[in-house]
């Protein structure tokens, strides 16, 4: 699975967008790009997933560059609430395949400020 | 949604004895499921697969005797860390991914805690 590169922390005023960003240069065509988030001590939450279009659903948006090399979520009105460690992670999603394990790396812990 | 419990959340033990963590699929089954720990501010680490009716397959450096998995139904994996000592002392996650949907996102257990002492 292709490597993503996040910073490392990231600070946002409560109400404002949150807009996350992650480099995943080495994507290859059949990489999707998902977002998972860990508030302290609770397991992983899935966020959103995209391959080439943008993706929206109640809890963000993913905006993912016309080279796919780059991807941002977007989270349009944080709250205290997604205080948390956001993990931009690239991978196969195929079926067929089977199981496809999700490895993560270092993530971006963002701290919503009120 | 998928829920995925965990059980216990929390446990502490004495140095060389066995914990059983538990992982369910409550409305769902799973046929893999997956197994992370992860440390006081590090990322999670992915420790092993545990496939349903079969054996493990365990990430390089994760000792298979230490971390005993079994996955003896769709909606059931445990994991034994046996012989518990003080380094063992984690954060201990789970996984599953439903059998009968698309290969897309996985569902995680709250996670337990294990301190050993």
């Known amino acids: 699975d292709a490597k993503t590169t996040q910073p490392t922390s990231m600070d946002c005023a409560e109400g404002r967008a949150a807009n996350l960003p992650c480099n995943h240069s080495?994507?290859?065509?059949?990489?999707?790009v998902y977002w998972y988030r860990q508030i302290h001590s609770q397991g992983p939450q899935y966020i959103i997933h995209?391959?080439?279009n943008n993706e929206t659903n109640e809890m963000a948006s993913l905006i993912i560059t016309e080279d796919r090399k780059s991807s941002t979520l977007i989270l349009p009105h944080a709250t205290l609430r997604d205080t948390a460690v956001y993990y931009c992670?690239?991978?196969?999603?195929?079926?067929?395949?089977?199981?496809?394990?999700?490895?993560f790396g270092q993530g971006t812990r963002l701290t919503i400020n009120p | 949604g998928a829920v995925v419990s965990q059980h216990p959340s929390r446990v502490i033990c004495k140095s060389g004895t066995s914990v059983k963590i538990e992982c369910r699929s409550l409305?769902?089954?799973?046929?893999?499921m997956f197994w992370y720990r992860q440390f006081p501010k590090q990322s999670l680490m992915l420790m092993a697969t545990?496939?349903?009716?079969?054996?493990?397959?365990?990430e390089q450096g994760v000792e298979k005797d230490k971390f005993l998995i079994n996955h003896a139904s769709l909606t059931l994996s445990t994991l034994t860390v046996t012989s518990a000592h003080p380094e063992d002392s984690s954060f201990y996650i789970c996984?599953?991914?439903?059998?009968?949907?698309?290969?897309?996102?996985?569902?995680f257990g709250s996670g337990t805690q294990l301190s050993v002492l």
């Open positions: 996984s599953a991914r439903p059998r009968d949907r698309t290969n897309e996102k996985l569902f």
């Open positions: 080495t994507i290859s065509g059949n990489e999707y």
């Open positions: 995209g391959l080439k």
């Open positions: 992670i690239v991978r196969v999603a195929l079926i067929i395949q089977g199981a496809q394990k999700l490895v």
């Open positions: 409305d769902f089954q799973a046929t893999t």
């Open positions: 545990s496939n349903e009716g079969s054996k493990a397959t365990y």
